[in-house]
């Protein structure tokens, strides 16, 4: 449908994709050498601030319960204690 309507196309989603992919994961496609798994961590935090950051910039804000994926409850209370668990 967005095609049709001219917005976007498949390609258009790939590339999205890819680019997304390929940005969060410098350390698998870039020369960036992380030591272990809580620098992997740290690093996709660090990732994922810069992107709220500039989502922000374009005007859109980010609350912190818009990352809790739709699902369960419990899958939720889980998503909402990981959250609150990174506020101390």
């Not at 258009?12 to 890819?18: A, K, M, N, P």
């Not at 969060?24 to 935090?45: G, S, Y």
């Amino acid at each position: 449908l967005y095609a049709e309507q001219g917005r976007f196309d498949l390609t258009d989603v790939i590339t999205t994709l890819q680019e997304k992919l390929i940005r969060r994961h410098p350390h698998v496609f870039d020369a960036e050498n992380l030591q272990d798994d809580a620098a992997v961590k740290e690093r996709w935090d660090e990732i994922k601030a810069e992107e709220n950051q500039a989502r922000a910039l374009r005007g859109k804000p980010r609350r912190r319960l818009d990352t809790c994926k739709p699902g369960s409850a419990l899958m939720q209370a889980q998503d909402v204690q990981k959250q609150a668990s990174k506020l101390g």
